[in-house]
T-cell receptor
């Protein structure tokens, strides 16, 4: 158990729908990162929050949004879902805000299937 | 544009032999490199890292080598064990360019055959 908790583990939904993925970081970690892993792809960085504030944005679609709450948990909202959004979504956390050498601790991922 | 490349999707090695996983990067600003291991149905777990001020870092059976001029790093596992069978991701970041996220390669699936 890495200490990073992601729910749900699996999610099946239809095109056009909206889903929310949740992440609780490891105790003491202030940063939360979201990554997407599609079939045969590496981990693609989506977005990073540090202590409630957005710190960096990657190739995140406009249909996707995220936030980090005062208790440091984070939610990734995916709307108007398309077949191509089917992927593993990983949350990771770290103590620091992203500066310097940074080791991320990953959760087990949420597998989204869009039918 | 893939900044971190792992050109071998898969690798098979016999138990007890050396496993060598390779990674190339294109961004000369990268100065911190990590290897993660991923088992099925689990998230990636940190394995070993190296800063650009070093050319080698060792941790037990795992050694990472960095060749900055070639923009190449490799992970050596000696001796390889069946439990090492997993997908290995190379990742890189720049510690001097503000807040930059880890950039990952596509991974190499290692199979250690008993």
């Amino acid at each position: 158990d890495s200490g990073v908790t992601q729910t749900p583990k699996h999610l099946i939904t239809a095109t056009g729908q909206r889903v929310t993925l949740r992440c609780s970081p490891r105790s003491g970690d202030l940063s939360v990162y979201w990554y997407q892993q599609s079939l045969d792809q590496g981990l693609q960085f989506l977005i990073h929050y540090y202590n409630g504030e957005e710190r960096a944005k990657g190739n995140i679609l406009e249909r996707f949004s995220a936030q980090q709450f005062p208790d440091l948990h984070s939610e990734l909202n995916l709307s108007s879902l398309e077949l191509g959004d089917s992927a593993l979504y990983f949350c990771a956390s770290s103590v620091g805000g992203g500066y310097g050498a940074n080791v991320l601790t990953f959760g087990a991922g949420s597998r989204l299937t869009v039918l | 544009d893939q900044q971190v490349k792992q050109n071998s999707p898969s690798l098979s090695v016999q138990e007890g032999r050396i496993s060598i996983l390779n990674c190339d990067y294109t961004n000369s600003m990268f100065d911190y490199f990590l290897w993660y291991k991923k088992y099925p149905a689990e998230g990636p777990t940190f394995l070993i890292s190296i800063s650009s001020i070093k050319d080698k870092n060792e941790d037990g059976r795992f050694t990472v080598f960095l060749n900055k001029s070639a923009k190449h790093l490799s992970l050596h596992i000696v001796p390889s064990q069946p439990g090492d069978s997993a997908v290995y991701f190379c990742a890189a970041s720049s510690t001097n360019s503000g807040n930059t996220p880890l950039v990952f390669g596509k991974g190499t699936r290692l199979s250690v055959i008993a």
